[in-house]
């Protein structure tokens, strides 16, 4: 089994900047690819950002321009850089990652505990 350890959330005047970490750690695997979704009260879990094992990228429309994913390979971590953070990207944040399990022949899906994001107007 892995599991999906996250940090760096927290409260933030808008036009602020926060990073999100989010590291991989326990069984033997491969990274197929990492991400973050973000889940505001009363909404659906929506995808902010996605980076695969070769560097492509993916954002959702609303941060375009404002959040970086990046990875380092070797700490099996990704990151979310958030810059001018909005009052609408308070939400509790979860980091995704699909995970190939050499043992099991399959890849899983497995995602973090969340941390919360609060951007204060």
């Known amino acids: 089994q892995a599991q999906l350890v996250e940090s760096g959330g927290g409260l933030v005047q808008a036009g602020g900047s926060l990073r999100l970490s989010c590291t991989a750690s326990g069984s033997i695997f491969t990274i197929q690819h990492m991400g973050w979704y973000r889940q505001a009260p009363g909404n659906q879990r929506d995808l902010v950002a996605d980076?695969?094992?070769?560097?492509?990228?993916k954002y959702g429309d609303s941060v375009k321009g404002r959040f970086t994913i990046s990875r380092d390979n070797a700490k099996n971590t990704v990151y979310l850089q958030m810059n001018s953070l909005r009052p609408e990207d308070t939400a509790v944040y979860y980091c995704?990652?699909?995970?190939?399990?050499?043992?099991?022949?399959?890849?899983?899906?497995?995602w973090g505990q969340g941390t919360q994001v609060t951007v204060s107007s």
């Open positions: 995704n990652a699909a995970l190939f399990i050499p043992a099991a022949v399959r890849t899983y899906e497995y």
């Open positions: 980076i695969t094992s070769g560097g492509s990228t």
